[in-house]
């Protein structure tokens, strides 16, 4: 097995000369997406919008499921396959940006998951906007060779367009749906209307074409709508879709709380995770309750809950009434990198920074980004820090022992210390300042999205869960664009889930 993030700076893809083939999969045009351009945030308006004039999602997602129920979709949404009781399956978030970082993932995910059953993407499959034009580069294309099906739950950016692409390609070629009623002048959904970004009318036109990229009879999936379940093997794997806001509906949350009755172990999959960046979210039903109610019920027998939405991988394990719940985040499919430097030090649900694991480690992160806004700003001398500087300063501020232990003795200096500060590196909580937080707060919102680089590392990732009947092995595969990690991908994080 090659050496990890963990192991060595070389693990982590730092000094590689040779960058890996997954350029010759690219188109040979690729649109770079940045999320500093005015163009792109207007097109990306709708979650803004929904949170000023009210969010539609609830209601547009219940059009979406009737229209599915009146096609012969199964009532419960629940898939049965006919996988064994030992098989594998994939999962990789928030991929959809169709740039280097993408597809730098693709060779690892196609040699990792070669005998696997299935995939799920876990939100956000096509940025910005969810169109069905983008969905030839950036699913059809990258993942052509992945031999079996792919399942998908939509994130924030799929509902861009009212799900209407998604509903295309993960649900029986859906027809559009009905135009609604023009609402009354001067309400708050009239506004909302006026400012609502929509479709083009000839969006999609290719879209017949690129999909005979995954054709095969053993590639195809149907699901019942934009939530599921899957029966395969011991397990039920559960994917909810949290819209534009990250909530659930009420009825989406009827039918959650009903699937997860009875003795079989579930695993969640959702785009609005419920435990990141030391800090517990746990996703509202409308209604009352919430999903993180439902996961932690002893009689629902939940060993995981898996989301994306954030780009990074993240793990709390989490005790609940005797048991432990592994609280992942998984995002890092392909979308640029948010930050792991900013998370400060861990104390949440009784999970401390011995029992936390995050890709890319936070040296590594803080690391990263000072190369990246040194070469932005053009103040490379001072802000670009070594992987063994910025180790050594996360250490200082968490008050943690290095993940990876830096070959020779590091100074810290006053530079050192300040550019961590202004790239929102986290701290211990006795350390936080009243100008600390709100650093972190900024840079973590305002910053972290124009992160987009094309030159390795990527510090890119994607899972793979092996299932038997008694446990399920979870593990964290790297992608960080150079060749070494392409032809062996390291593994950054494993951990193995009792089921009795």
């Not at 969810?130 to 969905?135: F, K, L, N, Q, V």
Request: glycine share 8%.
């Amino acid at each position: 097995m090659s050496d990890s993030s963990r192991d060595t700076a070389e693990g982590a893809g730092w000094g590689s000369a040779e960058r890996g083939a997954y350029q010759q999969l690219m188109p040979q045009k690729v649109e770079k997406i940045s999320w500093l351009d005015p163009r792109m945030l207007w097109a990306a308006r709708n979650g803004v919008v929904a949170s000023w004039f009210g969010d539609p999602t609830a209601r547009t997602r219940n059009r979406w499921v009737e229209q599915r129920a009146a096609a012969g979709a199964p009532a419960d949404k629940v898939i049965q396959r006919d996988d064994p009781d030992q098989f594998s399956f994939m999962v990789i978030g928030d991929t959809g940006e169709g740039d280097d970082p993408q597809y730098a993932v693709v060779p690892g995910f196609l040699k990792v998951g070669q005998d696997t059953r299935f995939a799920v993407v876990a939100s956000d499959v096509i940025y910005p906007v969810g169109s069905a034009d983008d969905y030839g580069t950036k699913f059809f294309r990258p993942y052509q060779d992945y031999r079996a099906p792919i399942y998908a739950i939509p994130g924030n950016h799929d509902w861009y367009e009212d799900l209407g692409a998604f509903m295309r390609v993960f649900c029986d070629d859906a027809p559009p749906l009905e135009p609604e009623p023009r609402p009354r002048p001067l309400t708050r959904a009239w506004l909302r209307s006026l400012l609502w970004h929509r479709p083009r009318a000839n969006d999609g036109q290719r879209l017949d074409e690129v999909r005979a990229l995954r054709s095969a009879a053993a590639q195809q999936a149907v699901q019942p709508g934009p939530y599921w379940a899957v029966d395969t093997g011991p397990v039920r794997i559960i994917g909810i879709d949290t819209g534009l806001l990250g909530t659930l509906d009420a009825e989406q949350g009827a039918w959650l709380r009903e699937v997860s009755q009875g003795p079989r172990p579930k695993i969640l999959i959702t785009g609005s995770p419920l435990y990141v960046d030391g800090e517990h979210h746990p996703c509202a039903i409308d209604g009352g309750g919430t999903v993180d109610d439902i996961v932690r019920a002893p009689d629902h027998h939940y060993v995981a809950a898996i989301g994306g939405d954030i780009h990074n991988y993240q793990r709390y394990p989490v005790q609940v009434d005797g048991r432990t719940i592994q609280y992942v985040v998984a995002g890092g499919g392909g979308a640029f990198m948010h930050a792991t430097h900013t998370i400060p030090h861990i104390s949440v649900a009784n999970v401390t920074e011995k029992d936390f694991r995050c890709y890319p480690l936070r040296g590594d992160s803080l690391a990263f980004y000072s190369r990246l806004y040194g070469r932005r700003l053009r103040l490379r001398r001072f802000f670009t820090l070594t992987e063994a500087e910025a180790t050594a300063v996360i250490a200082e501020r968490l008050g943690i022992t290095p993940t990876r232990t830096p070959g020779e003795p590091t100074r810290i200096t006053r530079r050192t210390r300040l550019v961590a500060s202004l790239l929102g590196a986290g701290g211990r909580p006795d350390r936080t300042s009243r100008f600390r937080l709100p650093v972190r707060k900024i840079y973590t919102q305002l910053f972290s999205p124009s992160s987009a680089t094309y030159s390795p590392p990527f510090f890119k990732c994607f899972l793979r869960l092996d299932v038997t009947p008694e446990t399920i092995r979870l593990r964290c595969y790297a992608a960080t664009g150079n060749r070494a990690q392409e032809i062996d991908p390291p593994v950054e994080d494993e951990i193995t889930i009792p089921l009795t």
